[in-house]
């Protein structure tokens, strides 16, 4: 007899698209323009270094076709966003975390250096008119 397991319920990308902006929106926004950024500057320089132009048109030109590039890119800028985000996010969890105040709101308390008994039956076996 062959077992069946249970269907699992699986979201669809829909779904899954909408809980990510729901948990990261913010960080997912970040993301997805820094990613375009990047792509966008790479896509200027490349085409910048792969030909001379001399004209202000021509620089548009350039910044014209870089955009076009970088639509055409879009599916995967997606996917990186979509992989990225949450492991950025987990990853900047743990950092606040560690960099929070301990509770209460204050530093930790932190116990003074204890003397060496030397110091301490020296400190003892002046007298008062000697300590200044």
Known sequence: MEETSPPVNKLSFKDRFQSLLAEW???F???WFGLFAIVLMGFVLAIKFGFKSEST???MGILGAAYI????TKPLRIAATV???PALGAFLKRFRRS???HAGGSEPQVAPPRADASDASAALSERP???R
């Open 25 to 27: 929106g913010p960080l």
């Open 29 to 31: 926004v970040v993301v």
């Open 57 to 59: 048109a021509g620089e």
């Open 69 to 72: 590039a970088t639509q055409l």
């Open 83 to 85: 992989i990225i985000t």
């Open 99 to 101: 960099k929070e105040p």
């Open 129 to 131: 008119s000697e300590q």
